[in-house]
């Protein structure tokens, strides 16, 4: 039973970010970026969770409506992170759905997966990075823009190590509703505040 219930909850979860996609994209959202699987996860989490998890990621990969929606959406899936912590077949279909949208340019949609924000320093400067240039071209997440709004769901304030590098002047907008709850106008609701917002950016 705890993994059929865990699984109901990765499906909600999954099907919620599809739809949070296609609402973004219509609001004129370009890029979106989530974390799908942390470092912290890998290890941490049980083997029958992890497990579910992967089954799940390998289910929705090789799911043709998934695929027909990205299409009809021009929208491209890039997967970020260490990649060799995550079992080679899900690796495979992940890197396979990955070159099937790679052409499209409507919507970018970053998956962090084996992803942690501090990795991702620490690995910057495994490669020699010295300099704020050096760490900018040597992260994992190079190719992954200054973030200008997060959504932090289910009532927690703070930011767990997200994109640490992207986010020194993100604007940050908390929603108690848990992620499987959270509307479309909800989502208004954040990229309203947002606007509303006089971004300084240090000054």
């Not at 909600?12 to 912290?40: D, H």
């Not at 970020?80 to 340019?105: C, F, H, N, V, W």
């Not at 501090?118 to 992260?139: H, M, P, Q, T």
């Not at 200054?146 to 289910?154: A, E, G, H, M, Q």
Request: proline letters at 2%; hydrophobic letters at 35%.
């Amino acid at each position: 039973m705890q993994g059929l219930s865990i699984m109901n909850g990765y499906q909600n979860g999954v099907a919620k970010f599809i739809s949070f996609s296609i609402w973004a994209k219509s609001m004129g959202v370009r890029t979106l970026t989530v974390w799908a699987l942390s470092t912290e996860n890998v290890r941490n989490r049980s083997r029958i969770e992890l497990s579910t998890l992967y089954g799940l990621y390998m289910k929705a990969a090789k799911d043709p409506k998934l695929l027909a929606l990205l299409v009809k959406n021009r929208a491209r899936v890039r997967f970020i992170g260490d990649m060799q912590l995550i079992p080679s077949t899900l690796r495979k279909a992940l890197t396979d759905l990955e070159e099937r949208t790679r052409t499209y340019k409507d919507l970018t949609i970053n998956l962090l997966i084996g992803y942690g924000g501090r990795d991702d320093l620490v690995y910057a400067a495994s490669r020699g990075a010295s300099s704020e240039d050096d760490f900018s071209r040597k992260i994992r997440t190079a190719s992954i823009p200054n973030v200008d709004l997060i959504i932090r769901t289910s009532g927690e304030r703070r930011l767990s190590g997200f994109l640490p590098w992207q986010t020194d002047y993100s604007e940050i907008y908390f929603s108690r509703k848990f992620w499987p709850d959270f509307q479309r106008r909800d989502l208004k609701r954040a990229v309203d505040s947002y606007t509303a917002r006089e971004r300084r950016f240090g000054k």
